[in-house]
C-alpha cells in the first residue's frame, strides 16, 4: 500500500460488527424484558392487594363455580376443562378488565401486550394466593442485576412448606437454603404452576376404558395448551431479528397445521366423521375466524344443501359446541331421515343376533 493510501473498508468486518449490534441490543432487551416481566407480577400482586382486581365474574363462571379465590382447588377442573382454559379466564375476566383494556381490543391491536400478559397470568394467580413475594425494608422485591444477567424475584423461604414434598421443593428452588431466596422467571413459572397444581408425576392409570393412546394424546393436549406458543414478531425490532421471528412462527404454524391435519386424517381413516363434523363445526362458529372470512372473502367455507338442485347455505352460527348434541347438529345440518333409520336397523339386528 502506498503511503497516504487508505485502506478499503472490509464489508465482512462491517457486516460482523452490525450483527455484533444487533446481538447485543437483543441481549439488553431481552434481559430489560425480563425484568420488567418480574416486576408485572410484583405490581399485579400489589394491585390485587389494594382492591384493583374484581374477580366476580370469574368466580361464578361454570368452569370456577367458587366463593373465593382461595377456595379454587386448581388441581380439580370439571370434564373437558384444562387448567389453561382457567388461567385464560383469569386473564380475559380479571387481569385485562383490571388495567381498562378489553380482550378483543388488545388481540387486535396489541398481540405482544396480551402476550406479556397471559405469560404472566400463572404466576399472578399463585402470587395472589399464596402471598409468597418477600419485600425488604425499602419495599423492593428483587435482586440487583449483576452483568449481563436479568433481575429475580425474591421469595419468603417459609412458603417452601406449602410443597407436598419441602425438602425436594428446597433441593429445586432454594439449594442454599437463603431467607428469602430469589427466583429467576422461569424458575418462578416452575414454582407457581407447582404451587398451584402440585409436583407432575407418571400415575399408573386403573382405569380399565383409558388405553395407552388415551394417555399420549391427554399428555399431547396438556402440553400443547400449556406449553406451547407461537412466536411473536416484534415490529420494533430490527429487520434480521424480525425476519428471523417471522421464519420461526411460520415454521411453527407449518408443524401444528401438519399436527392437526395427521390428527384429522386418523380420524378419516377411522371413519370417525361425526368428531370430524364437530371439529368442522367448531372452526366455522368462532367469531373471530368468521369475521376474518366475512371480511376478506365473498364467498365463504360453510355447510349447504340442495333444494331443487339449488344449494343453499345452512346457518350454524346458533350452535354452541360447548352445550350442543349430537340431535340439535342433526336437526341444523338436515341429517338424512333414510340414513337415520338405516342405522337404527343395523343396531336393533346387531342386538337380535347376540
Sequence with gaps: MKKNEIKPIDQKDLLIASIDKDLSDFVSGKIKGITLTLGLVNKLTKLFKIGGFNLNSFLVDKIINSNDLKNIDWKVTPDSVTHNDRLRLFLNLVIIPALKYTVDDLKKNDPFRFEALRDITESVI?????????????????????????????????????????????????????????????????????????????VTNTDPTISKTNEKLQDLKKEIASNISFTQVDPKATEAIKKLSEVKKNNEVDETYLLVTSIIDKLLISSEFVTVQKIALYIMNDKYYSKWQRDNYDSAVNFTYNVGNQPHVINTKDLDLSQVTDKLIAVTLKEKKVMKRFEDLTEFKSKSNK
Excluded at 417452601?160 to 430469589?182: D, Q
Design 126 to 202: 399463585a402470587s395472589v394466593v399464596h402471598d409468597f413475594i418477600a419485600y425488604d425494608s425499602e419495599n423492593s422485591c428483587f435482586t440487583d442485576p449483576t452483568g449481563n444477567q436479568p433481575a429475580q424475584i425474591n421469595i419468603i423461604r417459609s412458603k417452601l412448606n406449602l410443597f407436598k414434598s419441602v425438602e425436594e421443593a428446597k433441593a429445586r428452588y432454594n439449594s442454599k437454603g437463603l431467607n428469602p431466596f430469589p427466583l429467576s422467571f422461569e424458575k418462578l413459572k416452575s414454582f407457581s404452576n407447582e404451587l398451584l397444581l402440585g409436583r407432575s408425576s407418571r
